[in-house]
């Protein structure tokens, strides 16, 4: 895995994070 894959997943995984938050947080 090159070093900008690990960089592309990482970011992706903690933008859909953050997105997921945002989502529920209105509903809390």
């Given at each position: 895995?090159?070093?900008?894959?690990?960089?592309r997943r990482?970011?992706?995984?903690?933008?859909?994070?953050?997105?997921?938050?945002?989502?529920?947080?209105?509903?809390?």
């Open positions: 895995m090159s070093a900008t894959d690990t960089s990482r970011f992706l995984t903690g933008a859909a994070a953050a997105a997921a938050g945002l989502a529920v947080a209105p509903g809390v």
